[in-house]
Structure formats: C-alpha cells, structure tokens
C-alpha cells in the first residue's frame, strides 16, 4: 500500500514540467566560460597559453555545472515542500469540515 502510494507520488512528481531548461544552462556555462578568460586576459593585458586557457575552461565549466546540479537539487527540495504543503492545506480544510 505505502509502495502503491510512492509510486504514484513519484509518478505525480516526474510530470511537474521543468521550469529550467538545463540544455540552455549548458549553454550559457560554456559563455560564460568564455568570457570569463577573456575578461582576464583583456584585464590583464595578456593571452593565456593554449594548455592554461584548455585548463581553466574546464575547471570553470566543471565549477559551474556543480552549481547546475545544486539548483536541480534545490528544485526538488522546493517541489516536495510544495507537495507538503499542499497536502496540509487539505488537511487542515478536510478537519474544518468535520
């Protein structure tokens, strides 16, 4: 019964359509990326090697999709206090009525 009834939560909960679109996210990482070492350089008055420029666009890409994943996390976490909510407004409505 309580595995019928998380299964059908988790059902429920994989049909709440994405408010991200985590294609664009990548998107824009691999810009801002971009543009991050070349602000520097143009800050800086200078060109990263080939090596270091190969270097730093990975670690901040790698840098800025760990923040990606900690929004999807949170994205979770917002929707199930949704779910709660909404299941304790009906509650609460429910017990008014007896």
Not at 21 to 27: E, P, Y
Not at 53 to 77: D, F, H, M, N, S
């Amino acid at each position: 019964m309580m595995a019928d009834a998380a299964k059908k939560m988790e059902t429920k909960f994989s049909k709440i359509r994405n408010s991200a679109d985590f294609n664009v996210a990548g998107d824009n990482i691999v810009d801002i990326a971009e543009f991050t070492v070349e602000k520097y350089e143009f800050r800086n008055g200078t060109t990263l090697s080939a090596e270091t420029r190969e270097r730093a666009l990975a670690e901040i890409t790698e840098v800025l999709w760990q923040r990606v994943e900690q929004l999807r996390a949170r994205r979770q976490q917002v929707l199930a206090d949704m779910f709660n909510a909404a299941e304790a407004t009906l509650n609460d409505v429910v017990s008014q009525r007896k």
